[in-house]
């Protein structure tokens, strides 16, 4: 019997994490997260999957670092038969439960889709991702219509040093980078 609640989809639905596979014999799962910390994923109660019959809620009961990784236990699901159907599904959240942040700091998929212009004025792209370095972030940047060419950029996020400004309402983000570099 499915555990699985037919839901309204979220307004926004965000990717926070994957069900991976079964843990265990009791209806655990196994979770990789997108999350900083990966921790942070336990923070929502709420999961969104989308499954091919439409979006379907399921509630967080308990979760856990397990070893280098997350496991978890989802309300209604008690056996590893039972959790079956839902390994291999993307975790969703809606967006609008993540926290507000500080002025001048912003969520990766604010990000994502905003045009890239330098100081200059020229176009360089779009936000396709951003990449984790360890150092610092990177913007991969591609080509759009009416950009300065088809070159992928790697642009280190970097605020007052590459990154000039961010402006969400127009979607876009002022850059100091050289369009031949």
């Not at 923070?43 to 809620?57: A, E, N, Q």
């Not at 309300?75 to 969703?92: A, H, P, T």
Request: contains cysteine; proline residues 4%.
């Amino acid at each position: 019997m499915s555990s699985l609640k037919q839901a309204k989809a979220p307004e926004q639905a965000l990717v926070v994490g994957r069900i991976t596979s079964v843990y265990g014999v009791k209806g655990w799962v196994k979770l990789y997260s997108h999350t900083e910390p990966m921790t942070g994923i336990f923070d929502y109660k709420h999961w969104w999957l989308k499954t091919p019959s439409g979006w379907k809620v399921v509630e967080l009961s308990q979760g856990r670092v397990q070893g280098r990784g997350l496991v978890a236990a989802v309300k209604g699901y008690s056996d590893r038969d039972q959790v079956k159907e839902i390994c291999g599904m993307d975790v969703y959240i809606d967006a609008k439960d993540l926290p507000e942040l500080d002025e001048g700091d912003f969520y990766w998929n604010q990000l994502e889709g905003l045009k890239v212009i330098t100081k200059e004025g020229v176009l360089l792209g779009k936000v396709s991702q951003l990449m984790e370095t360890g150092a610092n972030d990177v913007l991969v940047v591609r080509s759009c219509e009416g950009s300065f060419d088809r070159e992928e950029r790697l642009i280190p996020y970097v605020p007052d040093q590459f990154v000039m400004s961010i402006a969400l309402d127009k979607q876009e983000m002022i850059v100091d980078w050289d369009p031949d570099f």
